[in-house]
């Protein structure tokens, strides 16, 4: 019954117990709905065939209502819909009240991708790793404008505003991979910005978790004796890192390929021809600028869709990045402009990331 | 075509009328600028039924742009930033360009005067004003359209709206500017159902569409100033750079939210309720049947503009506010509900032993009842809370809000254009071709948005320029049905246009209606009319087996 009812509401795959309770509400709620609909609907074609005009002229009497019919009117929708309220409210209630075993992820969404962050250990871009069985506390906030956190086989969805946490959570029944939306439009990217549960068993997960935090990403953003020993190399890398989570990746590809961006091989000393005339030579203040201020000069052929950083990179990770690029040379001397983006800003379907 | 006009005795100022009066308002004066200095209600409301029908095209052409775009899962016809852009236009458009001002602007200024005896409206200027405040709107908006258009959605929020690099402050100032049309109309039809009602016309005596629009008239003088603050604040951010909304200034982005869905949801009101009046009226005259429960559907009225103020947290849900917060305005916003219930019975409950004729304003009226009832209900589905939780910002609500919007304000508007027009302009239209067009309306409108309901339950978030592919099949089937609610428009536009050349005179009251509005000639003179008409029966009192009722 719940499986012939969800393929008929096209409602998704049920990720957990609470994704069960809230479909059997949908049921109920929608059978109601067709009761009263089939009702009201038979009752009004009903009376235009019965009392349809069969002679020009007729009169009709004045029919005017008793009490008893107009609180019939008002009682009987408000009792059906004080108990969908009484049903609904409730299960509310409780997937805004997380569990105090829970697991924590922190959870930023940015344009236009996903970040999470586990308490003490890894970062992760667009995928979150979570165990079966277990209660997960999700701690959403937003980077730059509001995003929101949706993952339609849980019936779960946490709008992330910048500058606060919302929290929600939830328990996944079992391993698998289940798709995670941006539901609030944030731009360009808004429907780019997927992002993947993968749903592990417990133990897989903790060896996971395991390995993660023994991870070079991890390990660059605490002290290594890699540090003292050059601080330069270490700098570039670290930018490396940074730049693989502020997301600049997504845009700007390291190996000269084309992209959404400029790519960043041979950037830096590059003379750049700019949209709306102009020129500009790509050294560490341009790059800055860029960051900071990107719609300002913004290279022929790409879109002005990159947004700020401002206020979000703090300077030493601002000059890692910067760093980062120059490192990325070539031996072409005279390197020519960048050709233009490769395709529209937003790379709009990916048949890999679809079920 | 029509039912003849000798089948209902007419009413005694107009025994012996002509079927056409020669000199009426259209051409009692001359010109250009006799149109553009107007004082008179009656061309008004033709300005506004040009003005706001233009906007109506516009935006189903931005429509379809948007349902030809998701034909496929990738980029189709256009760029994100252009798909971003159209989206936002479409909302614009025909939010505040159409739905707002449209049944009002048209229906209310030419037929409340006339259904309450009175020979204008209480301010002639303010009225005329309203006119040139909606053009000014309108075009401060196109400039911003011709320069690219905002990319914000037509719910502006913040940061997104004071952070993007599209141009949005000329659309914010067009809203602005265009509210203060929708304010003053409001003030206007307030005065004037309080002081020029004729002798005979008791506030309990008036017709339905006069209630209604009173109700509206109230949610938009309180509400709409609301709406014009929220925009300076967004305004004043983004000039002077104060931090009000935007976080990283020490704003609030949910503030936003809040300041303007305590606009916006009462606005679906101030959209909804003039077509509930319109269909009251309509529903009476193709019955012959006084209205069931007056005072319910009067007092219902009033009931949601009251209650309309007390439910914009819903659009919160998954913001982030607290958890009392959402269960108290859940509850609440069941409550529109109820009135809305109350009003669907009453209508049905009205058809009960009355004379049905199956015209085509009749057509759009039982497509209002279907839409507005499953519209509803599935509002209330998304006041439970949890449910909304997995809707919010997905097509389930785009469909809602369309089945609402389309559903209900559309087909009103168009049951109200059919059922007036032959008072409006004297000429009866095809009333074939004025089916064919109903029927490929309500045909198309199911076939485009009952698949958005289950690509909502489905996951599909709204606003989604590319998609995954086990969306599509939905997303074709919703385009294939807009292409049909298009052409149905096509096909009422070219009937109604074509009846004004070469219809026949519609005499003065081609349905046999009993509705107060049409005690008059067709099209009416100039002051209304040429003798003040009694009243003495209630509006739609068509019970002649026992004329001493409804007298005193």
Known sequence: MNELMRRMLFLPEQGSAYARQVDRLHYFVISMTMVGFVGVAATVLWFVIRYRRRAEGEPTPTIEPRPIHEVLFVGGPLALFLVWFAIGYPLYVRLQTPPRDAMDVYVMGKKWMWKFAYPGGPNDMDDLHVPAGRPVRLLITSRDVIHSFYMPAFRLKQDAVPGRYAETWFQADKPGRYEIFCAEYCGLGHSAMLGTLVVMEPEKFDAWMTEARRSPAVAAAQDTPDAAANPVATLARQGRNLAVEYGCMKCHSVDGTRHIGPSWLDLYLRKEPLEGGGTVVADEGYLTESMMDPGAKVVKGFAPVMPTFQGRIPGPEVAAIVEFIKTLRTDAVHPAPTPGRAYEPVPGFDPTRSR | ?552
């Not at chain 2, 989206?87 to 309450?116: K, Y």
């Not at chain 2, 913040?158 to 500017?177: D, H, K, N, Q, R």
């Not at chain 2, 916006?264 to 009476?284: N, Q, R």
């Open chain 2, 1 to 552: 075509m029509s039912p003849s006009p000798a089948s209902i005795p007419p009413a005694p100022a107009d025994a012996g009328a002509p079927l056409y009066l020669e000199r009426n308002y259209l051409n009692a004066r001359r010109g250009l600028w006799s149109w553009l200095t107007t004082l008179d209600h009656k061309r008004i409301g033709v300005m506004y039924l040009v003005l706001t029908s233009a906007a109506l095209f516009l935006g189903g052409i931005f429509a379809m742009l948007l349902r030809i775009e998701l034909l496929t899962p990738g980029p189709t016809i256009m760029s994100a930033l252009a798909y971003n852009r159209t989206f936002t236009l479409h909302g614009v458009v025909m939010i505040f360009l159409f739905m707002i001002p449209a049944i009002p602007g048209i229906f209310g200024n030419f037929f409340l005067p006339l259904m309450i005896g009175a020979r204008d409206v209480a301010f002639p200027r303010l009225n005329l004003l309203s006119v040139y405040l909606y053009l000014t709107g309108a075009a401060i908006a196109l400039y911003g359209m011709i320069h690219g258009g905002a990319d914000t959605g037509w719910t502006f929020y913040t940061p997104y709206s004071t952070t993007t690099v599209t141009m949005v402050w000329p659309i914010l100032l067009g809203a602005f500017v265009l509210g203060m049309g929708s304010i003053v109309t409001g003030l206007n039809f307030i005065v004037t159902v309080h002081t020029l009602r004729a002798p005979g016309i008791g506030f309990m005596r008036m017709p339905l569409f006069v209630w209604a629009l009173y109700a509206t008239s109230i949610i938009q003088v309180l509400a709409t100033p609301v709406l014009g603050i929220t925009l300076l604040l967004v305004a004043v951010e983004n000039v002077f750079g104060f931090g009000i909304f935007d976080p990283a200034r020490g704003g609030d982005p949910v503030l936003f939210q809040h300041m303007f869905w305590f606009y916006s949801h009462p606005a679906v009101y101030i959209m909804i309720l003039p077509a509930m009046g319109a269909i009251t009226e309509v529903l009476s005259a193709f019955a012959r049947k006084n209205t069931f429960g007056y005072r319910a559907v009067a007092f219902s009225s009033l009931g949601i503009a009251f209650v309309g103020f007390f439910t914009w947290g819903h659009h919160l849900f998954t913001s982030g506010q607290s958890t009392v917060d959402a269960g108290i305005f859940g509850v609440l916003s069941m409550f529109v509900g109820i009135f809305t219930a109350i009003k669907i019975f009453n209508w049905t409950a009205t058809l009960y032993r009355g004379s049905i004729a199956i015209r085509t304003p009749f057509i759009y009226v039982i497509a209002f009842l279907f839409f507005l009832l499953f519209g509803g209900m599935t509002g209330i589905a998304l006041a439970t809370v949890a449910l909304d939780v997995h809707w919010q910002d997905t097509y389930f609500v785009v469909a809602h809000f369309h089945f609402i919007m389309v559903g209900g304000t559309v087909a009103g508007f168009l049951a109200a254009l059919t059922y007036w027009w032959p008072k409006m302009f004297g000429k009866s239209y095809s009333e074939r071709w004025g089916i064919v067009g109903a029927t490929l309306i309500f045909l198309g409108f199911n076939f485009t948005f009952i698949p958005q309901f289950l690509l909502g339950n489905e996951g599909m978030p709204r606003r989604y320029y590319s998609y995954p592919v086990r969306f599509w099949p939905l997303n074709v089937a919703s385009t294939a049905g807009a292409s049909v609610l298009a052409l149905g428009f096509l096909v009422v536009l070219a009937t109604l246009l074509l009846s004004l050349k070469y219809g026949k005179p519609a005499g003065p009251n081609p349905w046999g209606s009993r509705g107060y509005e049409w005690k008059t000639l067709s099209p009416p003179p100039e002051g209304n009319f040429l003798t003040q008409p009694t009243y003495p029966r209630m509006p739609h009192d068509y019970d002649d087996l026992n004329p001493g009722r409804g007298g005193h």
